[in-house]
C-alpha cells in the first residue's frame, strides 16, 4: 500500500510579520499526554515545493565546494524550521526534536566560518522566538557516533566539538538561560569491555563540555541487555546531574531488574523541578526486527498516572502522520510504508530513526 499522501493548500514558510500576531496570542493548555514527532515532517517534505530542515550532502561534495555550498544548505535548512514550527501549531502539537542535520559535516569548520552565518543567526532566532510564543518545546538527539565514553582521545574531541555546536545551535535561537528544556540527548555509546570504566569515561568527558552545554545534557537506556539500563545509568546521574531520558520501547530489552514501572519513575525523577521529563515511546512492527520502530503506534500507552507531567516523543517512521493517527483514534494503514512499491517514503523514514 502506498503510503499517505499529503492532503490540503500548499503551506508555505512564514516570515518575521507571523511572530507579532503569536505572541498576542494565549497559548492553549498542553494536550494529555503532550505527543511529539522527531526530525521530518513528512507532509511537509513531499509537497511541491517542500519544506524541510535536512539538506545533506556526501563528503566528497563538500570537499569539492566547500564551505560556500554547505552555507547555501544550512541557510535553506534554517529557514524551513519556522515553517515545521509553524506547521506544528496550526496541528496543535507542543513537542518537537529538531534535525541534527542542519550543518552538515558540522565537526569540519565553525558555524561563524560560513559565509551565510548572518542570515542563518536570523533564521535561527526567529524560529526560537516562534516556538517561545507558540510554548512549544524543542529538543535534539545527536547520532549514535556521539561517544563521550570513547577511550579514543580524538573520538572524544569530536564528540565534545558536535556536542558543543548543537548548544551552540541553541543559544542562537535565543535560549538564553541552558537547561534540559531543549535537551541535547545522547546513549553512553559504547562499553569497551568495561561498563564501570565507560561510565567513568562518560563522566569525565561531560566535564569537559562547556557549562551550557553541561546543562543540556540528557541520557538514554539502551536495548540491547547487555548495554546500559536506567539501573546503570542511576549512578551516573546521580554524580552529575544529568537526567535519564526514558525509552519505554527499550526497557523491553534492557531492564536492568527493575519493572517498567518502577524504571520509569526512577528516570523522571532525576529530572530537574520545574521542568517535564522526556520518555520515548515507540513499538514493534510484524516483518521488522524487534527492535526496529514501526512505522505507527497503536498503544495503550501507560504513564503510571502522570500522563500530565511528561513530554512523550514518538520515534515511529510516519513521524507526525504517526501522532495524529494515534492522537485521533484512527486506524493505522496496513503496512503503510511499503519499501518495495514507496521506496522514497520508507528509506526516509529509516534515515530519521
Excluded at 295 to 323: H, S, T
Aim: proline share 8%.
Amino acid at each position: 500500500m502506498q503510503a499517505l499522501e499529503p492532503a490540503g493548500p500548499v503551506f508555505e514558510i512564514p516570515g518575521p510579520e507571523i511572530l507579532e500576531r503569536a505572541r498576542a496570542q494565549t497559548p492553549p493548555p498542553r494536550p494529555v499526554p503532550n505527543l511529539g514527532y522527531a526530525c521530518l515532517n513528512m507532509d511537509l517534505r513531499e509537497q511541491k515545493p517542500p519544506v524541510f530542515t535536512n539538506r545533506d550532502c556526501i563528503q566528497r561534495t563538500y570537499l569539492e565546494k566547500g564551505l560556500p555550498y554547505i552555507s547555501s544548505l544550512a541557510l535553506e535548512n534554517t529557514r524551513a524550521l519556522a515553517g515545521v514550527i509553524q506547521w506544528n501549531h496550526e496541528n496543535g502539537i507542543r513537542f518537537f526534536r529538531m534535525t541534527s542535520n542542519f550543518f552538515p559535516w558540522c565537526t569540519e569548520y565553525k558555524l561563524e566560518d560560513l559565509p551565510d552565518f548572518s542570515a542563518i543567526k536570523e533564521h535561527l532566532r526567529f524560529a526560537g522566538d516562534l516556538a517561545r510564543a507558540y510554548d512549544q518545546r524543542l529538543t535534539f538527539h545527536p547520532s549514535h557516533f556521539i561517544k563521550l565514553a570513547a577511550p579514543d582521545e580524538n573520538l572524544l574531541k569530536k564528540s565534545i566539538f558536535e556536542l558543543e555546536v548543537h548548544s551552540q545551535v541553541l543559544d542562537l535561537m535565543g535560549y538564553d538561560e541552558p537547561s534540559v528544556w531543549n535537551k541535547i540527548n545522547i546513549h553512553i555509546g559504547g562499553m569497551y569491555n568495561n561498563k564501570q570504566e565507560s561510565l567513568k569515561r562518560f563522566a569525565a568527558g561531560w566535564r569537559r563540555l562547556s557549562p551550557s552545554c553541561q546543562k543540556r545534557l540528557t541520557v538514554e537506556n539502551d536495548d540491547v541487555a547487555s548495554y546500559y539500563s536506567v539501573t546503570d545509568l542511576l549512578p551516573l546521574s546521580q554524580e552529575t546531574g544529568i537526567p535519564i531520558v526514558f525509552d519505554f520501547h527499550h526497557h523491553k530489552f534492557c531492564q536492568g531488574g527493575l519493572t517498567e514501572e518502577q524504571a520509569f519513575r526512577a528516570a523522571i525523577a532525576t529530572w530537574p523541578q520545574g521542568i517535564r521529563p522526556v520518555v520515548h515511546w515507540s513499538e514493534s512492527q510484524e516483518g521488522r526486527k524487534p527492535h526496529a520502530h514501526s512505522d505507527y503506534v497503536v498503544g495503550p500507552m501507560n504513564f503510571y498516572g502522570l500522563e500530565d507531567q511528561v513530554d512523550v516523543m514518538i520515534e515511529a517512521k510516519c513521524k507526525e502522520r504517526a501522532l495524529l493517527c494515534f492522537r485521533e483514534g484512527r486506524t493505522p494503514p496496513v503496512a503503510p510504508v511499503d519499501p518495495l512499491t514507496d521506496p522514497k517514503s520508507y528509506e526516509t523514514g529509516l534515515k530519521f530513526l
